[in-house]
């Protein structure tokens, strides 16, 4: 199989990694690097726990180890030896070079602890481009002092000037249950007072977060959000892209992205085939799923047109996140694609010329890179 | 593979297509042709786009272009204009009789542009039979003066001296979720007068529908229900036929037909095997899955009894869909069945059997077809 | 294959089933018989149906016939012959050695015509240990005289002294939908009060379910769940176990099994990564799925962190069950890890140590059975 013009292809054609957060810039103690490879927790790991004893842990073992000079499958203890040898600078050149990715579309709303744009670009690993993050536009409309709505929209267009696509995390702030029509200007004045008297830092108003999400619609740049697996934050049957249909047929030309979407991978194929202007990618749940990884790639070859999928890592953090979801993404896609012409489903040049159009294509497209 | 008695006795059974509607008359402009290789999808398909580049694109390049005389995966273009160069009956004989269906089982509630039951009968490639839907039904009899549940029966009762079951389209008027008791004779007259002054040709009063539903119990017909995958006027998480639980437990023995089901096919396996008269197929899913079909004809092929399973195509327009059910079903039916012969986990004799009950044998008990 | 490291450990190793139930200890009707092989039909099966002509029923004539004298694959009718020769202490024996399982942990609140536990040690087939009821502790409560609260506790804790575990069918008695708080003590009494009027002998009462759970999280041993697949009592989509995530916030340390999972498996996955102290197994899925149950374990193994995994067979009735859940949880899971090891995903070494952590090493570390 790995003779094969398609399979050699998957290897060498460099992506667009469309959602992605910065690396780690400072070494970390053993648990909290294990908490960070356990996305759904959000309280330490139990003791009799360890995240290498996941499929996450173990395609780390298989795949990055040889990374370190190690031998696949070494263990846990020796591979921290061995990462922990390395610096986070040294790490990331490593890895995030390794991954053969072009452009890393970054999501810089949660940056705590982790490289930001500039360190980004000056690991010399592609090009940097950014996505803003309405939450955090809103967290910082909220500071301002005068009209929400004015703040919101002045942030909002300054900081769109150089990003490339907006990012909603209402999947944590609610879910999608629920009215997501825009509101009136009363109601938005009314709760964004109601907010800054409270004192709280976090957006978590309804009424602001449908706010937000019109106006990232009026500003026409793609917009993204997180659908499904994440962090136990948010109820994960609320975060069905299915409640999404009502908004979703107000939202015209506006690309918008549904990323990482386990288990929910279905129904997000089904809603990019039924609007010209939904996307789908697999995001951190390939990541998530190692050796597992190939059947939910098949999964999203499913109803959704080919045009109409892209790939992401969702790394943040650990460097091996950056890495591993474009390896995992390679031999997960082989073998779907592999199996596809092996059958005489599909002929080879057509299965390379869907992996261009997910691999890079389809993102060059809808953000405009070229 | 190809050679055992499995395989050989999948690629000869002739089908029973238990739910189908009529395919094209005249020819169509292309765009218009590759809307009708999207489902769900409610709105010209976007200039980006094309259907070409689908499951569904793929699957009919490999599989009906040989029938056009070219070869397999012959590219858009290609097969466009070998298309364009026959007439519509031509294609509609070409692939209707490459089905190899004894029995087509005709929805004609929806049928504009495409062929009627004289038409279809007209092509002789199997013996046509009728499917009333009861929204149309609904739709006729609010036309009628006098007392709507008079005229409503009569028409059921007329229609179905000539039809083997009935069908209902609740799915894209509303959903499953909610009361579906029998309402009150007085409901019903009162429902009736508000649809009649409003001049609103469609059905969506849930009275109305609840009552269809229970009219066409007593009838005692196989009563037929869209689940699931089909055009965005549905919203698909309000399809998932575990809501239909209730119903169910009211619907004695008449066979509830569960059709298509994507992605809910698991939980229509579990009613299948909960109640006796409950019954699934894949439908319209297993074309638009091409290459993915056959993990879904396994996932089918999980709780459902396998006296309750069967098989249709829901082909639509153009006559590539009639056929290409019936070969992606056979393909892939094949590949999990052989999976099963080759482990030992099943008997290659049991296999022709269970083959034999989902393409023939479950319709034609059900429909009283013989 | 079969003649790996891999394969040889997984044939031989020794199991905790850590739900199951009594076996049969009169023979039966056929009829009978067959209505145990399906589980979620409440009435007698129909007519043209046999609940051999499922997977499950594939499944027992490849695996169990055998183990009568029969070859693999038997006819229905020479398989029931056989069958019948035999003692059912003779079947239970035979089948229940043949499970090679070292601790059967034994659900005692359903227990209708199968074996008790005096009857299970007596079989001499592995340790038996006793798992509580809670509904069936809150029955035995309402019928005694004076305060409820008193009597359940008392009860409970007087079991809990011998007893390994507790067990809720909260999903079959209303569904996880909904407040799951700890109700207050007034609250509790006026609930009790109502149901001891109302002769009622089954809890169906919200507060006393949820009484009895903040009790059980009090005695602090492992709680086992009914998820998904059952009989139709439960409404399946009640029983999804996200609707359990705000309970689960609240139940610190004490372990929460979560058994079955179909078709919510991958759901039930991302809690046991999300909390520390949830669990989950695929139970009596794997029974029913036969041929098909590879790919549901395929997909236990994907977000679950490989320490929160079990098996169990959730075996009730004929001794088939007991046997054919470990005898297609063996097969399965060769077949799946010997995927990741053939794809070098996996070491070999891994493999094999998962194997003992969800045979045997999770269980005995939970239930603290040595």
Redesign the interface.
């Known amino acids: 199989m790995t003779s094969s013009a398609l399979a050699e292809h998957i290897e060498t054609v460099a992506l667009v990694d469309h959602h992605v957060h910065g690396c780690l810039l400072r070494p970390i103690e053993r648990r909290r690097f294990e908490n960070l490879l356990?996305?759904?927790?959000?309280?330490p790991?139990?003791d009799?726990?360890?995240?290498f004893?996941?499929?996450l842990g173990?395609?780390m073992r298989?795949h990055c180890a040889p990374l370190l000079g190690l031998p696949?499958?070494s263990d846990a203890d020796a591979y921290w030896r061995a990462r922990s040898a390395l610096s986070e600078d040294d790490l990331a050149r490593r890895f995030l070079s390794s991954a053969n990715v072009s452009d890393w579309l970054v999501d810089t709303g949660f940056a705590a602890g982790v490289a930001d744009l500039d360190a980004m670009a000056g690991l010399s690993v592609g090009r940097v481009h950014e996505i803003v993050r309405l939450e955090s536009v809103a967290e910082q409309a909220v500071q301002a002092s005068g009209d929400y709505t004015a703040a919101f929209t002045e942030i909002l267009h300054e900081r769109a000037a150089t990003t490339v696509a907006t990012k909603s995390i209402l999947a944590y702030r609610g879910g999608f249950i629920g009215d997501l029509s825009e509101p009136a200007p009363g109601e938005v004045a009314a709760a964004a007072a109601r907010w800054r008297d409270s004192g709280e830092p976090r957006l978590t108003d309804r009424v602001l977060l449908r706010f937000g999400l019109h106006e990232a619609l009026r500003l026409g740049k793609p917009l993204q959000f997180h659908v499904g697996?994440g962090?136990?934050d948010c109820?994960?049957?609320t975060t069905?892209p299915?409640?999404l249909?009502?908004f979703l047929?107000r939202t015209g030309d506006v690309p918008i992205m549904l990323l990482h979407c386990?288990?929910y991978e279905?129904?997000a194929g089904?809603?990019a085939?039924?609007?010209?202007?939904v996307y789908l990618d697999g995001g951190l749940a390939i990541n998530?799923?190692?050796?597992?990884s190939s059947?939910f790639i098949?999964?999203l070859?499913?109803?959704a047109?080919?045009?109409?999928i892209l790939y992401s890592s969702d790394g943040f953090g650990p460097a091996e996140l950056h890495y591993l979801g474009a390896r995992l993404w390679r031999s997960g896609i082989r073998?779907v694609l592999h199996?596809?012409v092996d059958?005489?489903?599909?002929?080879e040049?057509?299965a390379i010329r869907?992996v261009d159009?997910i691999a890079r294509d389809n993102a060059r497209?809808v953000y405009s890179l070229d």
Chains 1, 2, 3 share one sequence.
């Open positions: 356990n996305e759904a927790n959000v309280e790991l139990a009799f726990d360890t995240a004893d996941t499929q173990f395609a298989a696949r499958h697996f962090d136990r109820d994960l049957h069905n299915l409640y249909a009502d047929r386990y288990p279905r129904e089904y809603l085939q039924a609007f010209n202007n998530y799923l190692g050796a597992r059947q098949g999964r070859l499913e109803m047109p080919f045009r109409k073998e199996g596809f059958a005489d489903e599909w002929s040049a057509d869907v159009l497209r």
